[in-house]
């Protein structure tokens, strides 16, 4: 019924649904149903203000545009200033599980006689990337690449037919499309599927619901620590079945020894963006490191290159590069981009921008990204190896290094700390200066110390470091963190 719905209002190969809604039913029937139709998505925040909605819809056109019932006036207010080329707008109950709303006014619709058989290589997402640290692009995914991400994602995390993924994290996002719900459709598994993540709830629901599978990023953990606890069920509640768990983003050893004790099981790193489709790195099964993405994942190629495109040597810090087929392996372009789709790639390899090192057991361990290396009166400081440092003190709960302008050395790291709960903050700064001075060189000792309640981060917990660099920039304490709505998600 959905995709007779859909294609009713014009949905086809060339005119795709558009997306607002946070985790619910009917996102997945209008996936499905779009999918099924030969057709696209695109989704954006649910969240997203009118001109974030506009941009959306503007760039992909798409014929129908599906909008929670509590943000109709935003959505109204998107859908007037696109102008002619507007998308029919379908208000809907999110909370409504029969999904009723994707039939709206009572109108029949025709019945498809004739279903499409959609080519491998036929467009069937285009993802907005997280905009971290800029504009987002449009990632234009195939109907392979999915195929590819659920199998190769499913048989890393050893997930069958009898096994049940948890979904938490948004339905926009990456990961939980490529990682939970593919690899699932993949094999046959069900998915517990929650409306929003909750750092008290997730462990109860995980028991709740008999999951098996579940995927975070390192920021929901520390909630989870900082909120949540152990599983201790009542009479007639059922045991915790968790075996295991992917996360993106480091936490430190005694975080990772807690949340592996609370969750029954060791989680496991993995690495990936929206352009690689699966994580491209994951952590073993047995001997999961907290400080490690793990290793090369079975299907996948990767390399680390130099700045001139030659591999490195164990040891080394080198480019994450990745292998593959455009629109199958890899993503299809970016829309409407050629130009940065070309310079994605080098010799065949497309170019992740990001750094890391890898060991002689071919182990990879994160190292930053191109933009998290700072200049310090000429010499390179890695925002990662100061994170470390001062992460490991003690009375820290979080930290984020961000460089700030400086009129001698060009760029300083500063630090933005979040405080273990129950930590004196008077004269926290001096010990950590001191802390780092014992441990880091001058260049890479952060000049401040900023204490915040929180980070600003995007919707799945990735942390929004313009932000912070902005706050830096212009001498400013810090951004409130509870003025920042997530923002439009996804990369792995």
């Known amino acids: 019924m959905t995709a007779t719905t859909l294609a009713d209002r014009g949905v086809d190969a060339s005119h795709g649904v558009h997306l607002a809604l946070t985790n619910s039913p009917s996102f997945v029937a209008a996936w499905l149903a779009a999918t099924r139709l030969g057709s696209y998505i695109v989704p954006s925040d649910p969240m997203g203000t009118a001109p974030e909605l506009v941009e959306h819809i503007s760039r992909t056109s798409p014929a129908v545009s599906v909008v929670s019932a509590h943000r109709r006036e935003i959505a109204r207010d998107a859908i007037a200033s696109v102008g002619d080329d507007a998308p029919t707008l379908l208000i809907i109950d999110e909370d409504d599980v029969t999904c009723a709303g994707l039939v709206i006014d009572g109108r029949p619709c025709s019945r498809i006689t004739e279903w499409p058989v959609p080519e491998s290589s036929d467009r069937a997402a285009v ?119 992917w996360f993106a983003q480091n936490i430190t050893s005694d975080q990772y020894e807690t949340i592996a004790d609370w969750l029954g099981c060791r989680p496991r790193q993995l690495y990936g963006m929206t352009e690689t489709i699966p994580a491209v790195l994951t952590d073993a099964a047995s001997g999961a490191r907290p400080d490690s993405m793990g290793f090369v994942t079975d299907g996948c190629r990767v390399e680390l290159h130099d700045e001139h495109g030659h591999p490195v040597e164990p040891g080394e810090v080198g480019q994450i590069v990745v292998g593959g087929d455009p629109g199958s392996t890899l993503f299809a372009s970016y829309l409407g981009d050629p130009d940065t789709t070309a310079r994605s790639y080098r010799d065949g390899w ?73 930590a004196e903050r008077d004269g926290l700064s001096e010990r950590l200066d001191e802390w780092c001075a014992a441990r880091l060189g001058k260049a890479k000792r952060p000049r401040d110390f900023s204490f915040v309640d929180e980070l600003p981060r995007t919707s799945v917990g990735k942390v929004r470091k313009f932000l912070l660099a902005e706050a830096a920039a212009e001498n400013t304490p810090h951004p409130d963190p509870s003025s920042i709505r997530p923002s439009q998600e996804p990369s792995a």
């Not at 925002?383 to 050395?409: C, K, M, N, Y």
């Open 127 to 245: 993802m907005f990337t997280s905009g971290t640290t800029g504009r987002p692009k449009g990632v234009e995914i195939t109907q392979g690449n999915y195929a590819f991400a659920g199998s190769t994602m499913a048989a890393a995390a050893g997930l069958g037919p009898d096994d049940r993924q948890l979904v938490v994290l948004p339905l926009f996002h990456a990961n939980a499309q490529y990682y939970s719900f593919a690899a699932a459709i993949a094999v046959g598994a069900s998915v517990a599927l929650m409306s929003t993540f909750s750092a008290s709830g997730f462990v109860p629901q995980a028991a709740i619901h008999g999951a098996t599978h579940a995927s975070l990023f390192a920021g929901p953990m520390r909630m989870i620590l900082a909120r949540g606890g152990p599983w201790e069920p009542g009479p007639g509640q059922p045991d915790l079945l968790l075996r295991h768990c």
């Open 350 to 422: 497309f170019l992740t921008g990001d750094r890391a090192r890898r060991d002689a057991d071919g182990r990879f361990f994160f190292d930053g990204r191109r933009s998290d290396v700072l200049k310090v009166a000429g010499e390179n400081v890695s925002v990662v190896e100061v994170e470390t440092v001062v992460g490991s003190h003690d009375d820290v709960f979080d930290v984020v290094v961000v460089g700030a302008p400086d009129a001698i050395r060009d760029e300083v790291p500063v630090a933005f700390v979040v405080p273990e709960s129950g």
